[in-house]
């Protein structure tokens, strides 16, 4: 494997093509090919917290409310801000030019790729304080919303975009990091800065019955502050986590058929996010990135 020296603070990560990932860090925006070798595709002043690769388009967020976009495959780079001051933690498309991503507690929604946006403002409604947004996930006509940690409010809402209808199928006053659909499962991973309150939980997709969302939690021998992120890929399931107290953070296997986590990787650092195919994997790590699968491991020095 080659490796690049100009790696730092790993924040973000996607699947791309041919089994390449596309890795956001401090300097800017890098491909990681699978055969280890590296290129810089942007350099930017900020960070980006998210990305996403899809019909051969390149999303990502960040602080600032910065949106990046690539239709080239990192070659060129669309550069803009959207309408909040804050971090944006989370992005999501699909192949009909759908993309939803967000400010601290509206949804920014375009129907172009990209290219034109307009402002949900899906908590309106809601009495008192409203909760701002951490995930998002969008499947079909739904995006399902996880909030900050929120006493009133919090949790996952399900919005239809097409009928402007809302509801919560998962109470939390915890951080709801990340959102995902398994299989025919909605997986959800939470938890806080403060205290071992994290887990990854899960349940049946029942769009007919939403007040009858059960949600089941996955067994773990680590007690965990907070899971991170989550990615799937051919009945493949991962997970990241925080850092601990001894400043070590984890990637772990989900088996929801067995209703267990079980560790498989570390990093230094927070494991911010993961991305795999099949059973591999690459974690964007606060101070190392590390590419595995069954047969080897191999840090990504910063």
Known sequence: MLISQCLSGATAV?????????????????LV?????????LKLDHRILDLTFNEAIVYGVGDNGIFIRSTDYGCTWEMTTLPTSGSIWSICANNDGTVVTHGNNVLFLSSDFGKTWKTLHPFQSLLGNKPSIRSIFLDGQYVYVGTKVHKQHGGIW???LQHSEMVRIKRDTRMVAAILKHN?????????????????EYCHESISS??????????????????????????FLYTSTSQDENGVGKVSRVYLDENKIVPCAIVHGHGWRVSNQQNEFLVAGLYTSLYSNSEYQHLIQH
């Open 184 to 200: 025919q499962f909605i997986v959800s991973a939470t938890g806080t800065c403060k205290g071992f309150k994290g887990t990854v």
């Open 210 to 235: 939403s007040k009858k969302y059960q949600w089941e939690t996955c067994e773990s021998d680590c007690k965990e502050r907070c899971y991170l992120d989550l990615s799937t890929s051919d009945g």
């Open 14 to 30: 996607t699947i791309a093509l041919n089994g390449d990932y596309i890795l956001a860090v401090n300097s800017g925006i890098i």
């Open 158 to 160: 399900r919005i239809d």
């Open 33 to 41: 090919k699978k055969n280890g070798i590296q290129k810089q595709l």
